[in-house]
């Protein structure tokens, strides 16, 4: 069959219309391991003498290949459309708890506390601060207003007293004086003869300084 | 003077070449993300779990780049990785609840607002998109084995050996998803079989 394809693609159009011959004429086809085999690329000679005789399979041959070309042309440009589309996540994916085998992450976690820690009192401290703080300025204040409220009274009441006595003394100078001058109007005998007694004296001198 | 090439010298140059490319995550992200994307999505047919996938992977092989020992290319080792994540999700509860409520696979039809190159027209691309549809229904039907081998030869062009590699699969088992996933496109497509 090899020598008589040789003729026929030595003899120009005479061969076309041989194979068209040939196809009518042809009964059996490619079968699927010998289909098979032509697409990947093995051509034994049977097969290659097949298809120069049968149109039928030349044809099919070349409209599966191409339709296989052009689904891996296709799917090629679609495949780069959609990575190019995808975003590239290059950063490397741990589990969730990987961090907890580097020395650096126990490190920065017990910094992290010591810091919280530290804040914690810091702000505890200078919150009980102004607390205490108000206390001992709310006393001073009620101190103060209490000192302010009472001094007024005890002044008022050591003026009082100061009046008090005052009064009381010039009360008593006024009486000692009224007694004394009601004294001294009454005539006693002696006085009556140029005699007087201390006591009148005494009496008149004080009534003297109380009007003094 | 002429210069000697030493073969274990461009083996070694090329190994330091694939080790820094290793190295640098957004390298790696360029140059693979794409097809792996694409690998992943149409061996799954779940968008949301293929973007999820494409993403551990890369950070996966970033991470074990000193495990890689070049025996076999980058992309190989990347879809190796790749099935082993697909696999991991799958077996999930959670993905087997989420995969019966909704599932997403990849939609050619998002391309109709490419531009058409200035190397054919839009009715050729037009045809072609259609083509490339009747393959993407014809591999909904198939295992998601069967997608995944699919995918890798005549789509990212692996050799037999290198899926073999990537799967772990035995070469015959390979051969037979192949041959069954060639069988319904052909049905498919080609309109026979």
Redesign the interface.
Known sequence: MEAGNKREDSNGERNDSRRERHDNNCEL?LT??Q??NL??GAEPAGVQAHLMECA?CRE??E??S???G??????????????AT?P???A??QPALAWLLHPQAWVAGALATALAVGIGMTMHRDHTQPEQQAVSTAQADAAKTQAAAVQPVVAKVQAEVKTGRATLKADNALLSAIDGELRADESTPASLYGLESTSYRTGTKTAKRTSN | MQLALNPGMIGCAMGEAIQSELDDIEALDRAYRARLLRFVAYSTGDMDLAETVVQDCLLKAFNGRETFRGECSVYTWLAHIAGNLVRDHQRTRKFQFWRKVQKTGPDLSELTGVLPSGESSPETQILARERAQQVTGALEGLSQNQRSIFVMRFVDEMELQEICQATGMQMSTVKTHLHRAVKAVRLKVGGSA
């Open positions: 086809h699927d391991e289909f098979t697409l990947l039928a099919e041959s409209r599966v191409g339709a296989i052009d689904f891996a042309e296709q799917s090629l440009l679609w495949a780069e459309r959609r990575a995808q590239v996540r290059l490397e994916r």
